[in-house]
């Protein structure tokens, strides 16, 4: 189901890979994350993206010393672009991990992101005990894709949009991995 390549899998889904981020990825990382629509879905991306943002995300994702790992949804082995978005886990204590993903606009509504997910927690690349998530609740898109993957509603909260320069209400989950 997955090989490793530089501590990092590569992990097959239906459509998909999720695969370490390259260089190469910048291009459509940057065309992507630089979408209003992406941005203001995620608590760190800020609209407009600033020069060498990209290039800096896309260092870090290669920084295999990073508390966070990062995958790009690649669909080049299915007739479709090298990047359809990007999903990582960040590494907390106690073997949990905060999930965190974004899917380009022209991707939305496809089932890419429920597939990422589900793969991910399948694989549980970081032998986590659990994985948690927060989503804005303007998008219940997102929300969806969580408790369709079998994450548990715990509450509400809010976090920080650099893209929005504004706390946004959020809605937290968990799944407890066997």
Not at 137 to 150: E, F, H, I, K
Request: net charge negative.
């Amino acid at each position: 189901m997955f090989q490793t390549i530089e501590e990092q899998p590569v992990i097959a889904t239906e459509r998909m890979v999720l695969r370490p981020v390259r260089l190469s990825d910048a291009g459509l990382i940057g065309l992507y994350a630089g979408d209003i629509r992406v941005a203001e879905s995620t608590s760190s991306i800020p609209h407009p993206l600033p020069p060498g943002a990209t290039e800096a995300f896309v260092a870090r994702a290669m920084n295999m010393s990073a508390a966070e790992r990062i995958w790009v949804m690649d669909g080049t082995a299915h007739a479709m672009p090298e990047v359809l978005g990007v999903i990582s886990l960040k590494q907390m204590d106690r073997d949990q991990s905060e999930i965190g993903y974004w899917v380009a606009p022209a991707f939305w509504n496809t089932g890419y992101a429920s597939e990422a997910v589900q793969a991910l927690i399948a694989a549980n690349p970081l032998k986590n005990k659990a994985i948690f998530a927060q989503v804005f609740q303007d998008n219940p898109g997102s929300a969806r894709v969580l408790t369709n993957c079998g994450f548990g509603y715990l509450g509400d909260a809010e976090s920080f949009s650099v893209a929005r320069n504004a706390r946004v209400q959020t809605w937290t989950y968990l799944k407890k991995m066997s």
